[in-house]
């Protein structure tokens, strides 16, 4: 009697455990599920581990704005992340603003503050942030559309969004620094930007590695180019290695840049460095340039432990020919007819604009007030001269005549400080260097933006945000056919394994 009753308690346990175990929902590598926002329809969510692809369907008015609703398949997660997928709609109709990605969260709250890397219903591909609880929604949008691969990373305080495409380069959508907790929900995402209907959405290629909080960070360059009209950048070269300042070749085949002291011409097609024979200068900083005809090349040196000095050399490489004897001075501009170079120097305690000739000789004074004037560099007719200025309280572009006269004040908006002013070789266009407002000086290591205004003056338009600053852009680095500026953008990574 007491041996049937052991094995009737025994097969009873059985079912018990098969039937919790039928009841067990399989989320792969996520914890939970949540409809964020209380959309009326929710979500569910279907994983195949024969491919490893999470099918998720969601409703929910929108993912912007103030609030959100939205169904969210999510782990916690800390430290530094990188995520991928594929994603594809299962029917191509419904809302153009319909929604779907990876989200990293600071709570399931509607309010939340979050960043996320969404495909859109017609395409689309956006990253979007919300920096404070309650705050507005802003985004990056994207010039590549869908399909590709989204590849959201977490570096520290440092969000960004690539995208691959097969064998096309590496994308960059953008970069956006902001303060979310240490621990984050982390995961997939489904909006039908309608609150009456759902829609449903296929992940696959799915990845998610939680790198952990490292001790040391190194820094990682990585040399663009964006395509201005589209907004689309392109990845040349990434290196654990300090890059600055790319110069675009005449012919628009490679970019100089300069790196511990050295000049290197990166190929753009086939990502080759290589070094440029400088001869004796080995101190090199990131103020260099070719010069209109493309036949020299200005750099800035620091001989033993002197400051910076200008020289001029063969653009194949060579020796260089000192220009400017007093130091230090830094080169940034070239005159339209090749005579004169324009350049940043420290005199009496102050830094001015001068130019010189290119022969060398007696440098010439163009601006005399209190502060800094940076960053000289002419416009393609020679009639101005475009720099950035504190002589207003604060660090903007401004223009003037190539013998100093007429200064003009192009940039207004006291919610940035603007740096290294470059005309495009067609004459429309200035692009520029912005830190946030309260920014002192050009320093490194910062969230910046590049921003683009008719080179008359305008309402400037921004057209990249990125983690940089010194180093980015302090050199003329458009291609010769004003399309697309070439820049540096860094991050501060963990120590490769």
């Keep these: 009697m007491t041996q049937r009753i052991i094995w009737g308690r025994a097969a009873l346990l059985i079912v018990m455990v098969a039937g919790l175990a039928a009841c067990r929902v399989d989320r792969g590598m996520f914890e939970g599920e949540s409809n964020v926002g209380g959309a009326p329809l929710g979500g569910d969510l279907v994983y195949d581990a024969t491919d490893e692809s999470y099918t998720i369907t969601g409703s929910g008015a929108d993912i912007y704005g103030e609030r959100d609703e939205f169904y969210y398949v999510w782990r916690r997660a800390s430290g530094d992340l990188v995520m991928n997928a594929d994603i594809t709609f299962a029917d191509t109709s419904g809302h153009l603003f319909k929604k779907a990605g990876w989200m990293i969260r600071a709570s399931l709250d509607d309010d939340s503050p979050y960043v996320d890397a969404l495909v859109h219903g ?54 956006v620094s902001i303060a979310l907790p240490e621990e984050v929900y982390v995961g997939l995402v489904v909006c039908a930007h309608d609150a009456a209907v759902q829609e449903t959405a296929r992940f696959t290629n799915v990845s998610f590695n939680e790198l952990g909080t490292p001790a040391t960070r190194e820094l990682e360059s990585s040399i663009e180019i964006l395509e201005v009209g589209t907004g689309t950048r392109q990845v040349v070269r990434r290196s654990r290695a300090h890059f600055e300042a790319p110069n675009w070749s005449p012919d628009g085949d490679f970019l100089v840049v300069n790196h511990e002291g050295k000049l290197y011409s990166l190929e753009i097609a086939s990502q080759i460095l290589r070094p440029i024979d400088t001869g004796f200068a080995d101190r090199l900083n990131n103020d260099h340039g070719y010069s209109p005809d493309g036949s020299l090349m200005a750099i800035s040196h620091s001989p033993d432990d002197q400051g910076s000095v200008v020289y001029v050399m063969p653009a194949e490489g060579g020796t260089p020919k000192r220009v400017t004897d007093r130091a230090p001075s830094y080169w940034h501009g070239w005159s339209p007819d090749q005579k004169m170079l324009a350049y940043t120097a420290r005199r009496d305690g102050d830094f001015d604009i001068y130019v010189i000739p290119v022969e060398g000789g007696e440098e010439i004074r163009l601006t005399d007030t209190p502060g800094l004037d940076d960053g000289p560099d002419y416009s393609p007719d020679g009639a101005y001269i475009y720099y950035n200025s504190v002589r207003g309280g604060s660090m903007k572009i401004w223009r003037m005549r190539p013998d100093g006269s007429s200064p003009e004040q192009l940039t207004f908006d006291e919610d940035y400080a603007d740096w290294f002013p470059h005309p495009s070789p067609d004459g429309q266009w200035v692009v520029f260097l912005s830190y946030d407002g309260d920014v002192e000086g050009h320093p490194p290591n910062k969230p910046v933006t590049l921003r683009l205004m008719p080179a008359g003056g305008g309402t400037p338009l921004v057209i990249a945000t990125l983690f940089g600053g010194q180093g980015t852009i302090n050199v003329p680095s458009w291609s010769p056919d004003s399309r697309s500026v070439a820049f540096v953008s860094y991050r501060l990574v963990g120590p490769e394994q």
Excluded: C, H, M
């Design 122 to 175: 017609d395409g689309l591909i956006a990253l979007q942030y919300r920096e404070q609880k309650g705050g507005p929604t802003r985004e990056i949008l994207s010039g590549i559309r869908a399909p590709a691969s989204l590849w959201l990373e977490r570096t520290d305080s440092l969000y960004t969004l690539y995208l691959l495409r097969g064998r096309d380069p590496l994308y960059v959508v953008g970069n």
